[in-house]
């Protein structure tokens, strides 16, 4: 059920943003796009997702089901392309975490590798966003309060949870999981580094795939201009409000142009872009889908298992 609710939320969000803007700007959006600016979002979009492929490799490995690359990268495709297209955002890396886990059997390590990782890469855009909104001029700075509340909330969350990780209760059980979860996966020292870069270089395919849209709707604002209105972007693109990604990316679009003085209707027009462009870029999962035809599991995809 919320589930449903936040497709809802989604789907809502969108209609609203459409309906206040026009539709004309969602055609704009698509007629911007050529193949060159497709095959370029997707060659950047490989190195992302190599990025993420490698973050999950070094989180899966601290926790004891290991994946070796080439498999990591085509699981990745094949989640990034799932959550383009299916409502909620996530249901592909929920995919490739029970595929991941029954290759392994260890369903349960492998879902919680899947989480901690993209967990990792939202902490570390979170961070800097923050860093460059504060940093830069922009109009949409008044967002940083809301984001530093976010965070602040999310830390006292945490805090409460280790402090509660006591008994035998669900709870104590849930909280001392977690806890050993991130010190052993991503703070122990051969893992976190690989973590932060990996999840650097993911956030810079994700920003400059989004100024290669705004370019192609016609944008001609600077890099720097641009730079803390795409951070605030990705930031909302993130939140589990999504119908397959499209919402309240559309939505904190539209507001951040509009008081950086671009237009809202630019703004929307640069996140349809930026939508059909990971859509297309994404496609190469359909190749490992189709691969995979009825199998039920995923292919062998661990990395020499533990080592005797």
């Excluded at 609203?16 to 370029?40: K, Y």
């Excluded at 989180?59 to 990591?72: D, F, S, T, Y």
């Amino acid at each position: 059920m919320r589930r449903a609710w936040r497709r809802l939320a989604g789907a809502v969000i969108l209609a609203v943003v459409v309906w206040q803007v026009g539709s004309a700007s969602v055609v704009e959006g698509l007629r911007s796009l050529d193949v060159p600016v497709l095959l370029l979002g997707a060659s950047i979009a490989l190195v992302t997702t190599v990025a993420c492929a490698w973050r999950w490799h070094l989180v899966a490995r601290e926790l004891g089901v290991q994946i070796a690359m080439p498999a990591a990268v085509a699981s990745c495709y094949r989640a990034q392309l799932l959550n383009t297209v299916l409502p909620g955002g996530v249901l592909g890396d929920v995919h490739r975490g029970v595929a991941h886990g029954r290759s392994t059997g260890e369903t349960g390590r492998a879902l919680r590798a899947v989480g901690w990782e993209r967990a990792a890469g939202q902490v570390v855009q979170a961070v800097v966003a923050v860093l460059v909104v504060g940093l830069l001029p922009s109009a949409v700075r008044p967002a940083l309060t809301w984001v530093l509340a976010g965070l602040v909330v999310l830390a006292a969350v945490a805090v409460l949870a280790v402090r509660s990780a006591r008994g035998d209760g669900w709870w104590g059980r849930l909280a001392r999981t977690a806890r050993d979860d991130v010190r052993l996966a991503l703070l122990v020292r051969r893992s976190w580094p690989g973590v932060v870069v990996a999840s650097l270089v993911a956030l810079a395919g994700y920003v400059a795939t989004y100024v290669v849209a705004a370019r192609a709707v016609g944008v001609e604002a600077s890099v720097a201009t641009l730079l803390p209105l795409v951070l605030v972007v990705l930031l909302a693109a993130g939140l589990p409000l999504n119908l397959a990604g499209w919402g309240p990316r559309e939505g904190m679009a539209a507001w951040a142009f509009a008081v950086a003085g671009l237009g809202a209707a630019t703004g929307v027009a640069t996140a349809v872009a930026y939508g059909a462009m990971v859509l297309v870029a994404n496609l190469p999962g359909l190749v490992v889908v189709l691969a995979s035809g009825h199998r039920t599991t995923a292919p062998a995809t661990i990395e020499g298992r533990v080592r005797a």
